[in-house]
Each structure stands twice: as C-alpha cells, then as structure tokens.
C-alpha cells in the first residue's frame, strides 16, 4: 500500500503573517486614517462650555468656543465637522419654525465658521425638526401624526437657508418619505448645486440616542413618545437597502447607516450593493456606554476606541462619525 506523502504538520500557519509588528502592517486589510473621521459638535446660543453629564467628555460649545475647535479640527486634519444646535427652549415651537430661520444658531455658527477656516474644513449641517420642535419629533405632527409632505416642505426651507449660511452638506436624518428629491430639487432652484447631500438613509429607531437627546434638549419634549412610524425597526436589513437605493435614486451623493456599531452588517451590506460613499454613525449611546466602562477602569479608553472605529472601517465605511474624533485624530497624529 502506498500512501501520498504526508505534508509537514501543519503545512499552512496562520501565525507566520502575524508573528513581528512588519508583517502585520505589510498584511493589513484595512487602516483607519485621520481622515476617515467626521467630529460631531453641540452648540448653544452663549459662551464658553456645558458639559452633557451622559456623554463624558463632550460638552456643549457656545460660539467662539464652536470656531474654535473647528480650527482645531483642521490642525488635525480631520476632514468634516457636523454641527447639531441646542436650541433654547423659548423657539421651540408646535410648527418648529426656526429651522428655517436664516438667522439661526447653526446658521449663524456656520458662518462663523466659515468666515474662519473657509474651505479647509467641511461643514456638515442635520436636516430634521427636533432640534426646533415643542414635541420633539423630526417633522410636524398633525392630530398625533407625524406627517410626511408637509414636513417635506419645512426640511426643504431648512436645507436652503442652511445652505445660504455657507455649509458644505446637508444631512437629512429625518427619515421622511421623499425628502431627498425634494431636497435637491430646492437647493437646486435657490442657486445651490453645488452643496452636496448626505442621506441617513438607514436610520433605525434606536435606544442608542438616548444621550443625544440630552444634549440637543429634545429628550424631554419627546418623553415617552417614539419616532417607530419613520425610523426602520432593528429587525430590518432589506428595507435598509431600499431606503438606500431610493435616496439613491433621488440624488443622495452619499449615505449614512446609523447607530453603528449594532448595525455594522446594514454598513458592509448598503457599501457591497452600491459602491458609493457609505458613512457609519458611532452615535451617542455608543460612545456612553465606552466612556462609561473606560471611565469605571472596565476597558482601555483609547484601544476600544480605535479597535471599534477600525472595525467600522473593515465593514466597509468610508468614514466614521463619532465623538471620539478629536481624541482618534490625536492618536493618528
Ligand atoms: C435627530 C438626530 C438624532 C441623532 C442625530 N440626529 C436623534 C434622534 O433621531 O432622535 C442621534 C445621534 C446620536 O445619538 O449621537 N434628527
């Protein structure tokens, strides 16, 4: 009898490729870069910082201190900053008609931060009520209904007039049926062609914000109410894909998944189907529950952070956007 010969056990070791620090850089399939990073900042109408006691770290900036960090962000080279307003309490209103107040917070911050640092930074700016609303949902509500054309209507007075402040992008994070058409339709027609579209197209209705909504102040209008009728459930992964391919199709020039971490399955499945832009939302409720454990001695702060913003980037994200940014970019320096 003869047999085949036998091959060295084992003929293949894995552990070769992994065995000295050059060989695993040279192997590496994916690399998180300054660059891949998006800072979220908070800002209120006054000066100086109000820390937000659920996300450690993150503070509320009035608005020399919000053109501050923006040149800070560009000392980093962090691309994009994303500016999310705490809105006094005495705008908010049923109709949450200072969204569409050429003179508001963010428009206002936006100028200002464009005055400072022109092009070197982009300057992303979320399109949705909450901020503005007395009940806390992203559009208006007609006898205890979200309603989806009507609202279209205000997210679009929203995005012109926070694209004549000067920003860059208009993120819509609204989830209304539509929006995007209509979005660029108006940009479009106010002279604006040139402002670029960020769809949170696959933005599911998370426990994960909890946090946010601190820090913007919208947690106490909504109270026990939920956005279920317009944010997607946890359970889908295919109506993901079709919210994308809509947005798509109505001029989205990139898209968000959002929260991330949860959903990193939606981020590699949305960037392997479409091959556009595809960013990833490390939201609030994520960044918490990090701190908190690195805060409590549990983890290590910064090797969590940069192993959860890397695994963003090997499902297939082009860019994260997280409030580890400042911190990240740090570390990339
Ligand atoms: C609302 C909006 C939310 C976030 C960004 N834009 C919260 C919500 O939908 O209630 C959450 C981001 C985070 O948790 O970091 N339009």
Redesign the pocket.
Known sequence: MTFPPRAPFPATRLRRVRAHDWARRLTSESSLSVSDLIW?LFVFDGSGTQPVPSLPGVSRLGITQAVEAARRAVDLGIPAIAL?PATDPSLKTEDAREAFNADNLVCRVTREIKAAVGDALGVIL?V????YSSH?Q?GLVRDGQVVNDETVEVLCRQSVVQAAAGCDVIAP??MMDGRIGSIRQALDAAGHAEVQIMS?AA?YA?A??????D??G?AAS?GAAD?KTY?QSPSQSNEAIHEVALDLAEGADSVMV??GMPYLDIVARVKQTFGVPTFA???????AMLRAAADAGWLDRDAVMMESLLAFKRAGADGI?T?FAEAAAERLQ
């Open positions: 979220p999310f979320d949705a009520l909450d901020p806390g992203d994070s609204d949170y933005k998370s994960f914000y909890g946090p946010f909504r820090a913007v919208s909504l956005k944010q959002k929260p939302y490390q939201v609030s409720g994520e960044y956007l409030y």
